[in-house]
Each structure stands twice: as C-alpha cells, then as structure tokens.
C-alpha cells in the first residue's frame, strides 16, 4: 500500500476509536520511521505527518539533518546518556526516560543550551520482565527527583503493551497505566504536567485511544512491516 492511503487509513481508525470513546480531544500520530528510507518518510511528510519518532538516536540525527523543520522529532527507544547530547537540540519530546542518571544528563544538557526538555517517563506496569520503563513503585518514587530538575519538563507517561493476542490484558495494561497517571498528576509536582499519555503502536492503537492515548506511535501500519 502507498504511504498515503495507510496514513488515510491509520487516521480513519483513529477517529473512529476516539468516536467510541466519546472522545473529544487531539490525539497526536507520532510515525515510527525506524528503518524506513528517506523517500518514504517524505512521502508521509507530504500526505500530513508532522511527528517522526526514531528509538536510536543515530537515525533520529539523520532524520534531522535530511528534513530540518518540516516537522518535529520525538526519541522513543532507549536513550544511552552519552548520545543525549547529539540529540537534545532538536528532540521535542523524550518518550523513554527510564533512570536518574538519564534524567541527570538530559537536565544538565539542556541546561547547558538554555532549554528545558520535554519527556515522558516510560512505564511498565505489567511487570514483564523483557519490558523497559519503570514499575508502578518506582515511577512514584522517580517523579518526585524530576520535580528537582529544573531543566526537565515532565509531560507524561509512555508504556508499551505486553505482546499478547488477549485484548483484555492489553487494556488493563493501558488501564493502569492511567491511574499512575492520573495518581502522580494529583500529586501537582513542579516540572510534572502529566498531560501526555503515549501509548498504542499498529497492534493496539485503538485500544490505547479508547483508554485515553493522547499519542500513539504507529509505525508498520503507516510505512509496512520492517
Ligand atoms: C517500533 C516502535 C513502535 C512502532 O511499532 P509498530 O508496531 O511498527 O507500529 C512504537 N514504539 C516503540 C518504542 C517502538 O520501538
């Protein structure tokens, strides 16, 4: 399929499932663009995409470099503190902050160039041990040193589903995923906002989005499996 019939097509599913929800505000598509050439992400640019997402941090540089400002870059995979420098100039948004040595490095970055970062802390509540992201405990923990660095600005929350074919497992992942954050959001943290819920990928988008996914991050629905 063409790049632009499966955004059309990705977009339609998504405001279907937000009909569902009687759901009334935005939900972003971030486009995964991991392995996919150049040409392709711009065809996706042409036909709407605003928001590419790299999980490596060398391939995200290169995204800049090619497009620069036609659109704004987001880092979703695991982020090593010795890359934070290549990309904290131009990364709108860090989904997979994980542990206080990165949260030390990225504040002390964006410090260094006058910005205050934007992320999501990555979450696992499922407890599977092969996931990233930090466990319903810690995470309670962890946000509170957030509101100690002032270079940080704590948007929200990010998880990924367990791979499973039940749905119900799926949703109660999403489930819970809200009520950490809604709990931390309760909390009214300095430098924690907790607007931003990024969760659902080609597999379960719709699921998020019916569980209240302000963005979801599709990649082989938009440009084919990899
Ligand atoms: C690859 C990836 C995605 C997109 O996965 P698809 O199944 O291709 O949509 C989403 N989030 C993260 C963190 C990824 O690494």
Excluded: W
């Excluded at 990555?122 to 660095?149: D, H, I, P, R, Y």
């Amino acid at each position: 399929m063409e790049v632009k019939e499966a955004l059309q097509e990705i977009n339609q599913r998504m405001e279907a499932a937000k009909e569902r929800a009687g759901r009334q505000d935005p939900v972003q598509l971030v486009a995964v663009t991991k392995t996919v050439s150049d040409d392709r992400v711009a065809e996706a640019i042409a036909a709407g995409v605003i928001v590419i997402a790299e999980n490596r941090p060398q391939e995200l540089v290169k995204r800049m470099e090619r497009f620069q400002d036609e659109v704004s870059y987001h880092m979703i995979g695991r982020l090593q503190t010795n890359k934070v420098r290549h990309i904290i100039e131009k990364t709108a948004l860090i989904h997979s902050l994980d542990r206080m040595s990165l949260a030390q490095e990225i504040n002390r970055r964006a410090e260094a160039i006058g910005k205050v970062q934007d992320c999501l802390i990555q979450v696992n509540v499922s407890g599977e041990e092969t996931k990233a992201g930090l466990s319903e405990k810690e995470v309670l923990v962890f946000v509170e040193e957030m509101a100690k660095m002032p270079y940080i600005n704590i948007k929200g929350l990010m998880t990924m589903a367990p791979l499973v074919d039940d749905e119900r497992i799926i949703r109660q992942v999403f489930r819970d995923t809200v009520r950490v954050k809604e709990q931390i959001a309760n909390r009214h943290y300095d430098h924690v906002s907790m607007e931003e819920l990024s969760m659902g990928m080609t597999g379960d988008f719709e699921i998020a989005i019916e569980e209240g996914a302000t963005m979801v991050r599709v990649g082989s629905g938009i440009f084919g499996s990899r």
